[in-house]
């Protein structure tokens, strides 16, 4: 290190410590580490930065989905989004759209890839992303398509989007879970960035602690068949066609296309058809699964379901 790098370091030391500048302790040293002498605007502040830093994206999600670099990146533009709720939406759009192209992960993101020799060319492709560059490419490509008309989305269960719903003549797309794993002990990482990110993550995943997930009753062996009792009822009162897919074969939530087809066929009349596939298993390799191949070749059941006519 020379006098001329001495220097501007001591400048910027100085200039951040008698300024008022938010998420100043992000500064970090030539080594990567906190500065030991960084003190809070608030004298009375007594928080420990690097903890700080821990409970933040990077800490989170650096070095396992995104690069440190990108995760960094991402802290910021989060903290900078507008107040504007219109102006908000398209922002997030694009940098939700952003995170998910530099994820190192599966196309489902319910696991990082691990640094084997098989994954770690794609963990290097989604780390050489430039996420201004993609967030920019993304803005533009949003703010250049004005909707004819003007939709809209909801958060909550099926069975309260359809109760609250006349869906006459509307065809309802419904994709359920089948694995007795709750999803949301995976599927996590958007949501996270989307909301500002969790108190902590833990696991391989990164996931946030267990009060935090939603639990679904459709994964569960023991209410599966409640619930798609439920769902099926709550469609034939919304007047809707549905159309449902599920493996073809008995899954871990103990249901399988036959059986739904068999509860559906007490409210509709159902048709079936059957579609070749491969299955993920959550981005899992051979070893973690025991020897089983992280592919395998399944077949899917698509279910039409139609009101019945009124006799």
């Not at 691990?114 to 492709?125: E, K, M, R, S």
Request: proline residues 6%; neutral net charge; contains cysteine.
């Amino acid at each position: 290190m020379d006098v001329r790098e001495t220097t501007l370091q001591a400048a910027v030391g100085a200039h951040l410590a008698g300024t008022h500048i938010r998420r100043a302790h992000r500064v970090l040293q030539g080594s990567g580490t906190v500065a030991p002498g960084l003190r809070w605007p608030d004298a009375s502040d007594g928080r420990d930065p690097r903890a700080d830093l821990e409970a933040e994206g990077r800490a989170s999600y650096a070095g396992h989905y995104f690069s440190p670099h990108q995760a960094s990146v991402f802290d910021g533009l989060y903290d900078a989004l507008p107040t504007s709720p219109n102006e908000r939406d398209v922002l997030l759009a694009a940098l939700l759209a952003t995170a998910s192209d530099c994820a190192a992960a599966p196309g489902h993101t319910a696991q990082p890839f691990q640094p084997t020799t098989t994954a770690l060319p794609h963990i290097v492709a989604a780390w050489r992303i430039d996420p201004l560059a993609r967030v920019r490419r993304y803005i533009e490509d949003l703010t250049a398509v004005v909707p004819r008309r003007q939709g809209c989305a909801a958060k909550t269960t099926a069975e309260e989007f359809l109760n609250d719903a006349d869906l006459r003549g509307a065809v309802v797309f419904c994709d359920p879970p089948y694995s007795e794993v709750q999803y949301s002990r995976f599927y996590h990482v958007l949501e996270g960035m989307a909301v500002g990110g969790w108190p902590s993550v833990s696991g391989s995943g990164r996931a946030p602690e267990l009060s935090l997930r939603f639990t679904s009753a459709f994964s569960s062996r023991r209410h599966s068949t409640a619930a798609f009792a439920a769902l099926f009822e709550s469609l034939r009162k919304s007047g809707a066609t549905a159309i449902l897919t599920f493996p073809n074969h008995l899954c871990s939530n103990g249901q399988s296309a036959a059986t739904l087809a068999t509860l559906a066929a007490e409210q509709f009349d159902v048709n079936i058809q059957l579609l070749d596939g491969r299955h993920s298993s959550l981005g899992a390799n051979a070893s973690s699964l025991g020897g089983r191949v992280a592919h395998r070749d399944v077949a899917e059941a698509v279910l039409v379901l139609r009101p019945r006519s009124k006799r």
